[in-house]
T-cell receptor, first 115, second 115 residues
Framework: EPEVTQTPSHQVTQMGQEVILRCVPISNHLYFYWYRQILGQKVEFLVSFYNNEISEKSEIFDDQFSVERPDGSNFTLKIRSTKLEDSAMYFC?????????????FGSGTRLTVV | AQKITQTQPGMFVQEKEAVTLDCTYDTSDQSYGLFWYKQPSSGEMIFLIYQGSYDEQNATEGRYSLNFQKARKSANLVISASQLGDSAMYFCAMREMEYGNKLVFGAGTILRVKS
């Protein structure tokens, strides 16, 4: 079954450093998303991406964050100048269409720890 | 106001019994979709079941069924014949068609299946 692949599975970074989280969505999917889950808390929407541009973003997704689709397969989330409170699980997801009835396929997540 | 409310932080169920996980939602949108996801201790998000606001029948997927009561704005997940592998966190989520295609998640319910 097709899956969304995220790398790395774990990342530890020093406060103030930049990190890039990588995702390979399902190949025929057109919509891509990033979500965040702070430990023990709910999953929060960060950003959606379609047709090579951001289609929607939350208030969490400020200038510290950026997304990119550098080639035909990868979808990345860059976090600049990381803070302790950026420590969380970051999920990439993709969907075939906007109105899918089958949910969004999530990757296994990248656990980011900022020290 | 919370868009998605899951009032049960934790639930226990005996193996082979059925269990209902509660979810209520708040929206003024006429067109929306409701999703349930399972998150085992390994962290990945697994799509379980979907219910569209215009669907007249309750959704079912194997041992999972969704008790959709539109007037009460509730979308409870019913798991029949619980198995030890069902122990996990369960999230209810909603997509409102008028507000893009992001998912809004509830706080989750931890389910523990006892042998």
């Amino acid at each position: 079954e097709p899956e969304v692949t995220q790398t790395p599975s774990h990342q530890v970074t020093q406060m103030g450093q930049e990190v890039i989280l990588r995702c390979v969505p399902i190949s025929n999917h057109l919509y891509f998303y990033w979500y965040r889950q702070i430990l023990g808390q709910k999953v929060e929407f960060l950003v959606s991406f379609y047709n090579n541009e951001i289609s929607e973003k939350s208030e969490i997704f400020d200038d510290q964050f950026s997304v990119e689709r550098p080639d035909g397969s990868n979808f990345t989330l860059k976090i600049r100048s990381t803070k302790l409170e950026d420590s969380a699980m970051y999920f990439c997801a993709s969907s075939e269409s906007r109105d899918t009835n089958y949910g969004y396929t999530f990757g296994s997540g990248t656990r980011l720890t900022v020290v | 106001a919370q868009k998605i409310t899951q009032t049960q932080p934790g639930m226990f169920v005996q193996e082979k019994e059925a269990v209902t996980l509660d979810c209520t939602y708040d929206t003024s949108d006429q067109s929306y979709g409701l999703f349930w996801y399972k998150q085992p201790s390994s962290g990945e998000m697994i799509f379980l079941i979907y219910q569209g606001s215009y669907d007249e029948q309750n959704a079912t997927e194997g041992r999972y069924s969704l008790n959709f009561q539109k007037a009460r704005k509730s979308a409870n997940l019913v798991i029949s014949a619980s198995q030890l592998g069902d122990s996990a966190m369960y999230f209810c989520a909603m997509r409102e068609m008028e507000y893009g295609n992001k998912l809004v998640f509830g706080a989750g319910t931890i389910l523990r299946v006892k042998s």
